[in-house]
């Protein structure tokens, strides 16, 4: 089956699991993006990913990932 692929998270199911391209997992203390996973019964193979964590301040007491 054709997929599409852009910039906008896709996933494409395989037989031994699904390829995930260009996921993003929100926390209230984290953002994690990862450029492609393959997810499998077995294993998880994650290749790029970029984790930050979200800190408070005392302006933005809830924290906010575009203020330093």
Do not use: W
Request: glycine share 8%; aromatic share 0%.
């Amino acid at each position: 089956m054709p997929t599409t692929v852009g910039s906008a998270p896709v996933t494409i199911p395989l037989l031994i699991g699904s390829l995930r391209l260009n996921s993003t997992e929100t926390t209230a203390t984290s953002v994690t993006q990862r450029a492609v996973v393959l997810d499998t019964l077995l294993a998880d193979v994650v290749i790029g990913e970029a984790h930050a964590d979200i800190h408070g301040t005392d302006v933005h007491p809830n924290g906010n990932p575009c203020t330093s």
